[in-house]
């Protein structure tokens, strides 16, 4: 289960780093939910989600091909089709579930990347000690 190994193999990494800094108790907490996101990932259909990935490959060199030829309005029409059904599936809104139970279990880590190259674009004249 490919989805299992890129999405739950870093996160456990990502907390194994931050849980040492924490109490027994959220430790327990994190684990259990670790635990539920793992059964909500086991539970969604890869070969759906995989036929969902190549038709969005599909459409995306379709979409280049109108874009190309001048057709951006149906190349705009043909892509809000694709979202609203992709939206609508259920294993998107499954797979969405297991992405908010991720969320609740990650603690509350800032985001410090945007000060790496404080000189590019929008984060010129940014330092991290402005937003403490």
Known sequence: MPIIKNVIAPICLLLSTSVVAQNGTNM???MQGMAQMAICL???D???LAAIGEEAQRLEKDLQQ???NGERDKAQDKA???????TDSKDIQQLRQCGEMALKVMPDIPDYSAYADPDSGENR???VCDNL
């Open 46 to 48: 890869q070969d759906r």
């Open 80 to 86: 809000v089709a694709f979202a609203m059904k992709v």
């Open 125 to 127: 004249n940014h330092h």
């Open 42 to 44: 086991q539970n969604l």
């Open 66 to 68: 109108l874009c190309a």
């Open 28 to 30: 327990d907490q994190m």
